[in-house]
């Protein structure tokens, strides 16, 4: 007999320090994955994934979506922020009310009170998918933090520093687990190291990652 859950527990309630001022959350969102997952489920039926094309002209491997008054995107003339999804020329879906009651969570414990995103990227990967080192500066005000979400199979996140050549450390990013970026942390380069192929019981071949900003 195996009692996989017996030998590995998911993690809950543990608080990791990656930084000075970002930390993981182990497990904080797995009492809302039901919810969390259809409210995802019903920003892509109006904002579709998709994969955008970078200034550089490469095809990103990673499908992108947004909820929220502004959403990110790519594409040959640049990085920004619109209100309008360029793909159905309609609004991106408003955020839902248990993002933002996980966001509340999340900032109450790692010390971000009063944080109030308007901006939702969502980024879905398959096995192989891979987002490259780089730094989120995009978002108008960039002392308010980054609250990020994690949904489905497991990813590898680097975390580097200031510098791109920086050494990065390596932080394993399983379902449910949620991080907080802010202050001297919120400028390092990090990135997502390509997937590896699994599968989770609730999504399947793919990892939801979801990021709260502050972005107007
Ligand atoms: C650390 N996404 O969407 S989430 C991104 O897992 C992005 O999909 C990754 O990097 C993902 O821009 C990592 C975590 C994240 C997001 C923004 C940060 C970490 C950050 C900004 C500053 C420092
Ligand atoms: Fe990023």
């Not at 687990?177 to 390509?194: A, E, K, L, Q, T």
Request: aromatic share 8%; hydrophobic share 40%.
């Amino acid at each position: 007999m195996t009692l996989d859950l017996f030998d590995n527990p998911p993690q809950t309630g543990g608080r990791q320090v990656l930084g000075p001022q970002s930390c993981v959350l182990r497990g904080l969102a797995l009492p809302m994955e039901h919810v969390l997952v259809e409210a995802i489920a019903s920003i892509e039926r109006v904002s579709p994934f998709r994969h955008m094309v970078t200034p550089g002209g490469f095809t990103m491997s990673v499908a992108l979506s947004n909820c929220g008054d502004l959403g990110w995107t790519t594409d040959a003339s640049g990085y920004r922020y619109t209100s309008i999804d360029p793909l159905t020329q309609e609004p991106w879906p408003a955020m839902p009310a248990a993002f933002r009651q996980l966001v509340q969570e999340a900032t109450l414990a790692a010390g971000f009170e009063g944080f109030d995103p308007d901006a939702c990227l969502l980024n879905r990967y398959r096995p192989g998918a891979r987002m490259s080192l780089h730094q989120d500066k995009n978002e108008r005000d960039l002392t308010q933090p980054i609250v990020s979400v994690s949904l489905g199979i497991p990813a590898t996140f680097l975390f580097g520093g200031l510098r791109r050549k920086d050494p990065a450390q390596r932080v394993p990013l399983l379902h449910g687990d949620v991080v907080v970026w802010g202050g001297v942390d919120r400028m390092r380069y990090h990135g997502i190291v390509p997937l590896k192929e699994a599968a989770h019981p609730l999504l399947g071949a793919q990892r939801i990652n979801f990021t709260f900003r502050k972005a107007g």
